[in-house]
């Protein structure tokens, strides 16, 4: 549970170091999509390979979909 292989880097720099250092001010919804494509794209050469690389698209797919209806409901609300 502490520390597993997959979510170091070769200098022991560990996936949840950089989702906190960059995930800014993100909603909560973003911020889970955010973090979860960081988290397989920074893990899948050592876990689980292309399985990881498409998790990371589709939770990127997600995270555009929400700026996308954010940014619609931002723009409805100024007219």
């Known amino acids: 549970i ?3 292989s997959h979510y170091q880097g070769k200098y ?3 996936a949840i170091d950089v989702v906190r ?3 800014g001010d993100l909603s ?4 889970f ?14 876990k689980n390979g292309l399985e990881d690389l498409k998790k ?3 939770n990127l797919e997600w995270l555009i979909e ?3 209806r954010a ?3 931002k723009q409805d609300s100024i007219r």
Do not use: I, S
């Open 2 to 4: 502490n520390k597993p």
């Open 12 to 14: 022991g720099l560990e």
């Open 21 to 23: 250092n960059f995930a």
């Open 28 to 31: 909560a919804v973003e911020g």
């Open 33 to 46: 999509y955010w973090g979860n494509a960081m988290k397989y794209m920074l893990r899948f050469q050592h």
């Open 56 to 58: 990371a698209r589709k």
């Open 66 to 68: 929400e700026r996308e």
């Open 71 to 73: 940014e619609h409901k």
